[in-house]
């Protein structure tokens, strides 16, 4: 489980994110919605430690990012918004080499890899080296390399951006899976087709703060609107926030 209380981080005077606050529970998809430029990347970084805030609280399932960094990264799966696969690597040696990190025994990790390869759909490519991969090739392997310890808890970052119809039906289905298994994911995203389909909670943000927070009927009775799309408009204020 996830909460976060006050949470915010400036770069020079930019309020990147200003008083952010909400819980993902776990056994739920918690989504985090908003325009580009709202915040979302910054505080997945922040609750990842790859940023430390400059105010504000996280906890872990009880741990605290800044603090407990190295024992936070056990319980953390991450896909970031950039994948960062090691080009020079096979797909099943950039899975292979996270594993090691998170200091399994490498028994333990050729199992993990075989289930995922077979999870994910990745037998015509897992010994190929990565460079090259397609866009969905690549979050396969990144989605891999972040499960292969079995995480708790799951960040992922704009996750289908670029990927096709089937393969993005698949990642929800992996999604949905892990949701199935009591794990606590949030996943960034601005398509309200994904929103719609996988998240119980939705916590929209714009301008850094938290805009709204509840499940998609609750967003919907809120606003009166008939569709997540004008509920999302209507909520961050203006229709020029979605091309900000």
Same mark, same amino acid.
């Given at each position: 489980?996830?909460? +976060?209380? !006050?949470?915010?981080k400036?770069?020079?005077?930019?309020?990147?994110? !200003?008083?952010?606050?909400?819980?993902?529970?776990d056994?739920?998809?918690?989504?985090?919605?908003?325009?580009?430029?709202?915040?979302?990347?910054?505080?997945?970084?922040?609750?990842?430690?790859?940023?430390?805030?400059?105010?504000?609280?996280?906890? &872990?399932?009880?741990? =605290?990012?800044?603090? =407990?960094?190295?024992?936070?990264?056990?319980?953390?799966?991450? +896909?970031?918004?950039?994948?960062?696969?090691?080009?020079?690597?096979?797909?099943?040696?950039?899975?292979?080499?996270?594993?090691?990190? $998170?200091? /399994?025994?490498?028994?333990?990790?050729?199992?993990?890899?075989?289930e995922?390869?077979?999870?994910?759909?990745?037998?015509?490519?897992?010994?190929?080296?990565?460079?090259?991969?397609?866009?969905?090739?690549?979050?396969k392997?990144?989605?891999?390399?972040? /499960?292969? $310890?079995?995480?708790?808890?799951?960040?992922?970052?704009?996750?289908?951006?670029?990927? =096709?119809?089937?393969?993005?039906r698949?990642?929800?289905?992996?999604?949905?899976?892990?949701?199935?298994?009591?794990?606590? &994911?949030?996943?960034?995203? $601005? &398509?309200?087709?994904? +929103?719609?389909?996988?998240?119980?909670? &939705?916590?929209?943000?714009?301008?850094?703060?938290?805009?709204?927070?509840?499940?998609?009927?609750?967003?919907?009775?809120?606003?009166?609107? =008939?569709?997540?799309?004008?509920?999302?408009?209507?909520?961050?204020?203006?229709?020029?926030?979605?091309?900000?």
């Open positions: 489980m996830i909460v +976060v209380k !006050n949470l915010k400036s770069f020079g005077e930019i309020k990147a994110v !200003n008083g952010i606050s909400f819980e993902a529970r056994g739920e998809i918690t989504g985090l919605l908003g325009p580009n430029g709202a915040g979302k990347t910054t505080t997945l970084r922040m609750l990842y430690s790859l940023l430390p805030p400059d105010e504000g609280e996280i906890r &872990i399932d009880g741990m =605290d990012p800044v603090n =407990d960094a190295m024992e936070i990264k056990r319980t953390l799966g991450v +896909v970031p918004d950039s994948r960062g696969l090691y080009t020079r690597l096979t797909a099943r040696e950039n899975i292979a080499y996270f594993g090691e990190l $998170h200091g /399994m025994k490498r028994p333990a990790i050729a199992g993990r890899i075989e995922l390869t077979r999870t994910l759909n990745m037998q015509d490519f897992i010994d190929r080296r990565t460079e090259g991969f397609s866009q969905g090739q690549r979050v392997v990144a989605i891999a390399r972040a /499960m292969v $310890h079995e995480p708790q808890t799951v960040l992922l970052d704009e996750p289908s951006n670029g990927l =096709d119809v089937m393969s993005t698949a990642l929800r289905e992996y999604i949905l899976g892990l949701k199935a298994q009591g794990r606590s &994911i949030v996943l960034s995203t $601005h &398509i309200m087709q994904e +929103v719609a389909a996988l998240c119980d909670r &939705i916590v929209i943000i714009a301008n850094g703060q938290v805009a709204a927070d509840g499940s998609a009927n609750e967003l919907l009775a809120r606003t009166g609107c =008939d569709s997540l799309e004008d509920a999302f408009v209507q909520l961050i204020g203006s229709e020029e926030g979605l091309l900000a």
